[in-house]
């Protein structure tokens, strides 16, 4: 994409945190502290330093913790928040319900998970924004190499890719990148999708079908924190490359 501002981010923050318990029966998963910050700090931290100045947050665990952080948190990106009080939408769900506000800054956002985040590649998100071509794209992916990914013990990847970056799903053999939870994507995507609940991996297999999806490789450490053991995995491997 050739504009230099930077799209909006949504940040789907509303699972409830359920293999992290009994922590997040009384914290929200996204605020967890992983070394010296919050997850959520940290996601927000490293949008608003490849220039993103908007962000969507979608809420359903304890919201009202959630609400009020971003209330005390003084540094960008302004945050709309997106409520999902009766049910939990997943992750194709709360995007949908939040298009509005995500299209008041245009029609091309990007998306990211609030609970992982990487250190070592400041140019991420820019490279992401600067690659993305939505007349041979529906949804640029951004990867980890599977030895550069911590937090997902022996999982065997999620996808390959060829030297054009177009994706394949993993097959029987193990796959040698990661998706990263992070993505940028066009609003007209969600056309003819469910109002309720649905995986963003709808729109995933219908760019595969079309060959329309693309991925992009993070030169750094990614790392998710699902489960409390995934805390100290976390904090050791910020502590070692030197990001505590």
Do not use: C
């Not at 194709?92 to 091309?108: C, E, M, N, T, W």
């Not at 640029?140 to 799903?169: C, K, N, Y």
């Not at 760019?207 to 329309?212: P, T």
């Amino acid at each position: 994409m050739s504009s230099q501002t930077m799209p909006p981010v949504m940040v789907l923050a509303a699972g409830l945190g359920t293999r992290m318990r009994p922590l997040t029966d009384t914290i929200p998963k996204p605020l967890v502290r992983v070394g010296n910050q919050t997850m959520l700090d940290r996601v927000l931290d490293t949008f608003a330093d490849a220039g993103v100045t908007r962000a969507v947050i979608n809420t359903h665990h304890l919201p009202d913790q959630i609400e009020e952080h971003i209330a005390r948190r003084p540094a960008p990106p302004t945050v709309a928040i997106s409520t999902e009080i009766s049910e939990r939408l997943e992750t194709g769900g709360g995007v949908k319900r939040a298009l509005p506000l995500l299209r008041k800054h245009g029609d091309v956002f990007f998306t990211t998970n609030a609970d992982s985040f990487w250190v070592g590649d400041a140019t991420a998100l820019r490279r992401l924004h600067d690659t993305y071509d939505p007349t041979r794209m529906d949804l640029l992916l951004l990867l980890s190499r599977r030895e550069q990914s911590i937090g997902l013990g022996g999982h065997p990847g999620d996808f390959t890719m060829d030297d054009e970056g177009l994706l394949r799903r993993r097959s029987e053999a193990p796959a040698p990148y990661n998706y990263t939870g992070t993505a940028i994507m066009r609003a007209d995507l969600f056309e003819g999708t469910p109002d309720t609940a649905f995986s963003l991996n709808l729109l995933f297999d219908r760019a595969l079908e079309r060959k329309r999806l693309f991925g992009l490789l993070l030169e750094g450490l990614w790392l998710t924190v699902g489960t409390a053991e995934a805390i100290e995995t976390a904090e050791l491997a910020l502590a070692k490359a030197g990001h505590w």
